[in-house]
């Protein structure tokens, strides 16, 4: 998608997820606002991952640098069942010069699937004035899902996956031995 990137200024593992408010001739405004999501971003009633909670905690660190006064990054959760949306929540995100903590709260009917999307600008077509706002996005989970491992990369010849783990795990260690018990 325009302005979306990845970026190498990150809160912890290696990379973050930066986008970007950009330049597009297509849009009636002239600038576009870069989006990233879960979801069909043509179609948001296709796409997303299984969910199953009613009652949880979306949390994610960010950064954000708008290029105007009055403009902000956002955080949408959109909850579907069969395909149909059944709630809605999100945010507008304001600026921040370092990654600091966010959390999105929610309590929803039954859902069977979760979008999640995140902006550059609070409206698809912002001002031209808008372009050049970043929005830094890293570490976003479901408090419900605290099983993913944060950060390894201060330990070597370790590897542990999947990440996030749902039943079980393989670890893999290159050097020595360990016991792992239950």
Known sequence: ??????????????????????????SGSGAQAGLISTGDIQNYSEGGNPYTMTNDTLEFYYKYT???????????????KNGNQIGFSGMQLKPESNYTLQKVGFTTSLPDT??????????TNPPVS???????VDNVRF????LSVLNLSAVTGISIYPNPVTNSFSLNIAKGSCAIES
């Open 143 to 146: 408090k419900s899902n605290p």
């Open 114 to 123: 979760v979008i999640v999307t995140f902006t550059s600008s609070k409206t």
């Open 1 to 26: 998608y325009p302005g979306t990137f990845q970026s190498a200024d990150y809160f912890a593992g290696s990379y973050a997820a930066q986008i970007t408010t950009v330049n597009s001739p297509q």
């Open 130 to 136: 808008a372009i050049g706002s970043v929005l830094k």
């Open 66 to 80: 708008p290029a105007i006064v009055g403009d902000s990054g956002t955080v949408i959760l959109i909850f579907k």
